[in-house]
Nanobody, 122 residues
Framework: QVQLVESGGGLVQTGDSLRLSCAAS?????MAWFRQAPGKEREFVAT????????TYADSVKGRFTISRDNAKNTVYLQMNSLKPEDTAVYYC??????????????????WGQGTQVTVSS
């Protein structure tokens, strides 16, 4: 059993930055961030491989968001810059032991965090 605890969400203005953190209690390999806006389906945001060398991003966040991980702390981060109102959502951390980055990106997840709210005002 792996527990994922997100933190770092909040209310910011357009153009501001936030850094989300996700602390994992157990062993993970691939990690990812997803988000769900009100009335919309949960969508992929970013993934990162176990060694941190391979990352993927949704087109909507590419160039603005950066996913990283510190394996010594068993923590994954999402640095979000140039935030826009359309980034408003609950952000979820996800983990997968084994599998592929592609399958993780498509929602093949073992564990989900509880989510953290990010609100970007215009």
């Amino acid at each position: 059993q792996v527990q994922l605890v997100e933190s770092g969400g909040g209310l910011v203005q357009t153009g501001d930055s936030l850094r989300l953190s996700c602390a994992a209690s157990g062993r993970t390999t691939g990690m990812a961030w997803f988000r769900q806006a009100p009335g919309k389906e949960r969508e992929f945001v970013a993934t990162i491989s176990s060694n941190g060398l391979t990352t993927t991003y949704a087109d909507s966040v590419k160039g603005r968001f950066t996913i990283s991980r510190d394996n010594a702390k068993n923590t994954v981060y999402l640095q979000m810059n140039s935030l826009k109102p359309e980034d408003t959502a609950v952000y979820y951390c996800a983990s997968k032991y084994g599998g592929t980055m592609r399958s993780l990106q498509h929602g093949d997840v073992d564990y989900w965090g509880q989510g953290t709210q990010v609100t970007v005002s215009s």
